[in-house]
């Protein structure tokens, strides 16, 4: 072999693996000492990538899910006032309920009035007030705001709470106040044409839907009790908290008799009741053989005989000397007076005024066998939680038809809490419907805090899980397994250990050269 004293070949490639091994044991006793698999990008230039990249993922968690919390004590405070206001409104609709009865005197309605303004106050305060770090809840400003719950752009949930302060509570009415009218002609002339008949394209929509339809042929009575009812039953309606209620009554004038003739010989007198939306040509049921001597007992009994004999929702009965109708539902009252046995050229007069409050009477002068016609239609009072329009045509005009208080075209007006006064039986039933929608719109608010609470909690509970998998996913690529760390460890030392024994048997072998120069 050759022996040569300048260069140590085999101790430079031993001190070489040494350093190595020197480098290898010092990072795994790093990574030993800090728990980290990859210490600087060199060591997994991708898995580091990866690893950042899961705990940006991580932290984003863990921020929207304190994000979520915060939101969550907002709309907690906010639903705990809401649930105060409800409070309130129950007790004003309780006292309200108290003031409809007209066993109450002027000074106890005066009484609950000071007290149901109190609680308006106290509900106007609770709204205006209310607020999280400053920020109102339920003045209705706290609408399109965000809680940004996720690690990622756009990863929000969308909060709005409506305006529950006592001013914008309360009832969106449209009132149909309902109008008589008469004259000498049948009720199909006399309603052809005008808002009493719901004649060929004719209508009454109600936010969109149509509740009154005069289709293509007409000859309908104009009835508010049809359009309280499809509006009641319309679903679209109902999802927006639109309701109805119809009624008509009629207090006629003192009854004296309902024939007034010229020259009286032997008049006969026929009735023909139509009631509710019904043909102006089929009425209801007819009352014949009226004369001047029938009495208002007589006439009340007729009616009420033959409306429940044909199934007709109609009462009659007689109050302080006075005819009074009343119909079930709010059904329209039509009246056709057909008299016969009159002498050529005798006039009469029809006293409608005896049979419906505020109509007018009918004088002629005719022959033989005349028909005059008298209609009141009822009131419809329409009313929902938000602002809705109504659209017509036909059916409404200033004191006639429905008597609608708003234009075709126009939007339904707020009755709010503070409109309340309950010092008459009925504004204290007007009240009742106010406080109503009051309450249905609070408790809309609160489903709907609710919701947003239940979405945000299940999204928290969600990416709680999904934080702990994303750390264990970064830890797996991130932190060291340190059992096979301790293993690799022992291995470098064991080598360490056989690299400086070898280097120092490396480095004794030129001293052979000596031998050979001896």
């Known amino acids: 072999m050759a022996l040569r004293i300048n260069f140590n070949y085999e101790s430079a490639v031993t001190h070489t693996a040494l350093k190595q091994n020197e480098r290898l044991m010092n990072k795994s006793l790093l990574r030993l000492s800090t728990g980290l698999r990859i ?27 304190r994000n979520i919390q915060t939101g969550i004590s907002a709309l907690q405070i906010a639903e705990n006032s809401a649930g105060q206001i409800y409070n309130k409104l129950k007790e004003i609709y309780v006292k ?48 399109n705001k965000y809680i940004h719950y996720g690690p990622r752009y756009g990863q929000v949930v969308k ?122 040509t089929s009425p209801s049921f007819s009352i014949t053989g009226i004369t001047a001597s029938t009495t208002l007992a007589d006439l009340v009994t007729a009616i009420n005989s033959e409306a429940s004999a044909n199934g007709v929702n109609i009462t009659a009965r007689a109050e302080d000397g006075r005819l009074v109708l009343e119909t079930t539902n709010g059904e329209t009252i039509a009246v056709e007076a057909v008299v016969s046995g009159l002498a050529s050229g005798e006039a009469y007069t029809i006293n409608f005024s005896q049979i419906l409050q505020n109509a007018s009477d009918v004088s002629t002068a005719e022959s033989v066998t005349t028909t005059t016609s008298a209609i009141k239609v009822g009131t419809l009072q329409i009313y929902g939680t938000d602002s809705f329009v109504i659209s017509y045509t036909g059916i409404s005009g200033s004191n006639s038809g429905l008597n609608f208080n708003v234009v075709s075209g126009g939007s339904s007006i707020l009755n709010n809490l503070y409109s309340i006064d309950v010092s008459t039986n009925q504004g204290a039933e007007t009240a009742l419907l106010i406080i109503k929608k009051a309450i249905q719109k609070v408790d809309t608010v609160r489903s709907e805090i609710g919701a947003v609470m239940n979405n945000l909690q299940t999204i928290y509970d969600a990416q709680k899980v999904a934080q702990d998998n994303t750390n264990e996913a970064e830890n797996v690529i991130r932190n060291v397994d340190f059992a096979k760390e301790m293993s690799r460890f022992t291995t470098m030392q064991i080598r360490m250990q056989s690299g400086i024994a070898m280097l120092a048997q490396a480095n004794t072998l030129p001293q052979l050269v000596l031998q050979l120069l001896r």
């Open 39 to 65: 210490l600087n990008a060199a060591d997994d230039s991708a898995g580091l990538f990866i690893a950042d990249q899961l705990a940006l993922v991580s932290a984003g968690l863990e921020q929207g899910n």
């Open 96 to 143: 309200a309920e108290n003031a409809a009865n007209d066993i109450n005197d002027p000074n106890a309605r005066a009484s609950l009035q000071r007290e149901i303004q109190n609680l308006v106050d106290a509900i106007q305060k609770i709204g205006t007030d209310t607020e999280y770090n400053g920020i109102k809840l339920l003045d209705g400003t706290f609408t």
């Open 159 to 280: 909060v709005n709470i409506g305006d529950v302060r006592a001013q914008s509570l309360g009832a969106y009415i449209v009132s149909g106040n309902g109008s008589v009218t008469e004259g000498a002609s049948g009720l199909p002339s006399l309603v052809s044409g005008t808002d009493y008949g719901l004649d060929a394209n004719e209508y009454l929509k109600v936010a969109g839907q149509t509740v009154l339809d005069g289709g293509t042929t007409g000859g309908l009575l104009v009835d508010a009790a049809t359009a309280a009812a499809n509006i009641n039953a319309d679903p679209t309606l109902q999802s927006q908290g639109i309701e109805a209620v119809a009624k008509n009554v009629s207090v006629a004038s003192t009854y004296t008799g309902l024939i007034v003739a010229s020259n009286p010989s032997g008049e006969t007198l026929t009735l023909r009741f139509f009631v509710g939306q019904v043909s102006n």
